[in-house]
């Protein structure tokens, strides 16, 4: 059974940092890119960030770009979402998930966490 395990999250204030991790199991990790998307009450889940098999290749929503950062470690089936500057507007809930392809996420997902919560008070 595949399980995708975010953890990580909580409550900060403007300007602070939080460090996302994303455990997975059940499946080859190092076969899939992997993704961050976030989700807002009453919004559609959108795009975070998202990082190749080899974790050589990045792409981020230019929401974030140039304070987040994506990384993995396949020796630890883990994949990370570095946080940093963060704003008010980055409230949601955070999820990891195992893409179909990269870096064209139309191609969907695989499989999903379920989400860890990310409050950012100002």
């Known amino acids: 059974q595949v399980q995708l395990a975010e953890s990580g999250g909580g409550l900060v204030q403007t300007g602070g940092s939080l460090r996302l991790s994303c455990g997975a199991s059940?499946?080859?990790?190092?076969?899939?890119?992997m993704g961050w998307f976030r989700q807002v009450p009453g919004k559609e889940r959108e795009f975070v960030a998202s990082?190749?098999?080899?974790?050589?290749?990045?792409l981020y929503a230019d929401s974030v770009k140039g304070r987040f950062t994506i990384s993995r470690d396949n020796a630890k089936n883990a994949v990370y979402l570095q946080m940093n500057s963060l704003k008010v507007e980055d409230t949601g809930v955070y999820y990891c998930?195992?893409?179909?392809?990269?870096?064209?996420?139309?191609?969907?997902?695989?499989?999903w966490g379920k989400g860890t919560l990310v409050t950012v008070s100002s």
């Open positions: 059940g499946l080859t990790f190092r076969n899939y890119a």
């Open positions: 990082i190749n098999w080899s974790g050589g290749s990045t």
């Open positions: 998930a195992a893409l179909r392809g990269w870096p064209n996420i139309s191609y969907g997902m695989d499989y």
